[in-house]
T-cell receptor, first 112, second 111 residues
Framework: DAGITQSPRHKVTETGTPVTLRCHQT?????MYWYRQDPGHGLRLIHY???????DKGEVSDGYSVSRSKTEDFLLTLESATSSQTSVYFC???????????FGPGTRLLVL | DAKTTQPPSMDCAEGRAANLPCNHS???????VYWYRQIHSQGPQYIIH???NNETNEMASLIITEDRKSSTLILPHATLRDTAVYYC????????????FGQGTRLTINP
């Protein structure tokens, strides 16, 4: 299995509070991604990174920001969490061949 | 929106071949067909991908029609552990690989 960890694995927070989710990889892969998955839906891309300090928006980026200061870490921040951001968040990585994405175990976020 | 169409659910008996269809009639010439699966609430797992030729690996086979408008994922000897949601995705390898997941097919392997 690819070396991807996500932290925290579970989090409960209140509306209006900031939340940061961390994705850490040990594969030295160039590309990193953040997805969210809501019940009955497939995954939707939030943001992605194609290198240190290089990021771009995905399909559902409103309300989220990201940062990548090191190859191994990709942070997803909810500046002011809302109940609509209750979801399961998955991080993924891919190498320069970009043929395969490896996914982390996910973070379950509940915004009350 | 996803560019693929898959049946919402399928059943297969343990030990038999599971054949999962996917329609992608608007696929472009430079787009690959990818298959991922998601077991329960785990992160998706890559299975296989192809451009136009049939592909086989230790997990599955991928059959792509000559016109590339549809494909079939084959799990040759399904086990209970193959019960999962299977996603068929099309996309080009240009810059970051931005996968667009649809609803997938929920495959249930029955004993």
């Amino acid at each position: 299995d690819a070396g991807i960890t996500q932290s925290p694995r579970h989090k409960v927070t209140e509306t209006g509070t900031p939340v940061t989710l961390r994705c850490h990889q040990t594969e030295n892969h160039r590309y990193m991604y953040w997805y969210r998955q809501d019940p009955g839906h497939g995954l939707r891309l939030i943001h992605y990174s194609y290198g240190v300090k290089d990021t771009d928006k995905g399909e559902v980026s409103d309300g989220y920001s990201v940062s990548r200061s090191k190859t191994e870490d990709f942070l997803l921040t909810l500046e002011s969490a809302t109940s609509s951001q209750t979801s399961v968040y998955f991080c993924a990585i891919s190498g320069t061949d970009r043929e395969t994405q490896y996914f982390g175990p996910g973070t379950r976020l509940l915004v009350l | 929106d996803a560019k693929t169409t898959q049946p919402p659910s399928m059943d297969c008996a343990e030990g038999r071949a599971a054949n999962l269809p996917c329609n992608h009639s608007t696929i472009s010439g430079n787009e690959y067909v990818y298959w991922y699966r998601q077991i329960h609430s785990q992160g998706p797992q890559y299975i296989i991908h192809g451009l136009k030729n049939n592909e086989t690996n230790e997990m599955a086979s991928l059959i792509i029609t000559e016109d590339r408008k549809s494909s079939t994922l084959i799990l040759p000897h399904a086990t209970l552990r193959d019960t999962a949601v299977y996603y068929c995705i099309v996309g080009a390898i240009q810059g970051a690989q931005k996968l667009v997941f649809g609803q997938g097919t929920r495959l249930t392997i029955n004993p």
